[in-house]
């Protein structure tokens, strides 16, 4: 190949020596060229151009063509393929006696080989085809070979800003998801047909085992000062309006309802059952804690720190007020009944108990949550991804979606 850089501009020609001008190519141009006859040059996207002599219009010189790697060859294996024409019957070994099932007529086979019309079924036993394929007609076609699944993909999270309580309390129990309107039977599995047209996502908890929502819990000044470093001053503000769903009725001192919102993630200490109804007691923060940090993103602060959600008449989950991201902690009072928050275990959808089996055998012994990720820990301390707001990434998966 001819690579070269025009010194001036030059006109290019329909052949060499030619009067017929076809184009030009301006001064300091990159051209390359496929052959040189006496200075004149055929250019690779077509016509000739002089390069004068002794070079002068255009400087060039041979360089090596460069190399194309051809695509890989599709790798392709011979299989027998076919169809029966009739029932068959699979046996253990070629003329053999053990019966270890039936094929039905009509039906594609595929096979790995061939004794005397008695084909090896690729997944297992024997079938006679018959003398001359009376039973099945088949034939030798050539398949590409299927490359086995890549493993699951092995995500090593972000540290967590420091060591935390939560993780501790979290191995110690187990993770649920609370369930969404249309998945909760107290809603009958659909969304609440209110006004306006948007509601809260409320899920209440009572400090004992009973049904409906239990006493108030004490809004602190520093739990107050949490919420503003968990959300800008207007979102806060507007989750401190009276009605919005934190807050029913303004007291003083400050109260808030003993809830949270659905679709968002807590640890069942225990469970109980009290008059044939199941309950479950979930972590939540001391509503008189001082020492309030991390947020949602922080590793398994997801936990204790959730989003504020609502859903529409038409079963749509959405963000608060004007799309705004609005955080909220789950807290209770520990003043009150030990601090218990609990709430009917069919309200919940329990995550699959650890250890858990992945469809490649590695065993996830631990979860680990960072904002809408979710990681699992494998034996040798290394984290796969389960899930991120694109989908599961596994076999292991729960029904409950993600909030907005």
Same mark, same amino acid.
């Given at each position: ?8 501009k030059r006109d290019v020609f ?10 030009t190519i301006d001064a300091n ?160 599995? #659909?969304?609440?047909n209110v006004e306006p047209m ?11 085992? #009973? ?77 008189? #804690? ?19 959600? #609502? ?34 275990? +069919? ?40 899930? +991120? ?16």
């Amino acid at each position: 190949m001819i690579k070269g850089k025009t010194i001036i501009k030059r006109d290019v020609f329909d052949k060499p020596r030619g009067t017929s001008r076809i184009g030009t190519i301006d001064a300091n141009a990159i051209i390359t060229a496929t052959e040189n006859m006496n200075q004149w040059l055929h250019l690779t996207d077509g016509g000739w151009v002089n390069a004068g002599p002794g070079q002068q219009y255009i400087k060039w010189d041979v360089v090596p063509d460069p190399v194309v790697t051809p695509p890989p060859a599709v790798e392709s294996r011979k299989i027998i393929k076919g169809k029966t024409l009739i029932k068959c019957y699979v046996f253990d070994k070629p003329r053999g006696v053990r019966r270890i099932g039936t094929i039905n007529a009509n039906a594609i086979i595929t096979a790995t080989e061939n004794m005397y019309q008695w084909l090896h079924l690729t997944d297992g036993g024997w079938v006679n085809a018959g003398p001359k394929q009376q039973y099945i007609k088949w034939g030798i076609v050539s398949e590409p070979v299927v490359p086995p699944p890549l493993p699951d993909p092995v995500v090593t999270p972000p540290p967590p800003i420091e060591p935390w309580i939560i993780s501790e309390i979290k191995r110690k129990g187990r993770i649920a998801t609370l369930l969404v309107d249309w998945q909760n039977p107290k809603w009958g599995f #659909a969304p609440r047909n209110v006004e306006p047209m948007a509601y809260p996502q409320t899920v209440t908890f009572n400090s004992i085992c #009973a049904s409906g929502k239990g006493s108030t819990i004490p809004l602190t000044s520093q739990m107050t000062d949490y919420l503003g470093s968990l959300n800008e001053q207007k979102t806060k503000e507007v989750i401190l309006t009276t009605g919005v769903g934190w807050i029913n009725i303004p007291t003083p001192p400050g109260t808030v309802e003993r809830l949270t919102w659905a679709a968002n993630h807590v640890i069942v200490k225990e469970t109980r059952v009290e008059q044939g109804v199941d309950y479950s007691n979930v972590y939540a923060s001391s509503c008189y #804690a001082t020492d309030l940090i991390g947020t949602f993103f922080d590793k398994d602060m997801r936990l204790i720190v959730h989003k504020f959600n #609502a859903v529409t008449t038409s079963g749509n989950m959405i963000k608060l007020a004007n799309e705004r991201d609005c955080y909220t902690p789950l807290i209770t009072d520990p003043n009150v009944n030990n601090g218990d928050m609990w709430i009917r275990s +069919d309200y919940l959808e329990m995550w699959p108990e650890l250890p858990f089996t992945l469809s490649d055998g590695i065993q996830i012994v631990e979860y680990e949550l960072f904002g809408y990720m979710i990681y699992g820990l494998r034996t040798d301390g290394k984290s796969i991804l389960l899930r +991120d707001p694109s989908g599961f990434k596994t076999n292991w998966k729960i029904n409950s979606p993600e909030v907005p």
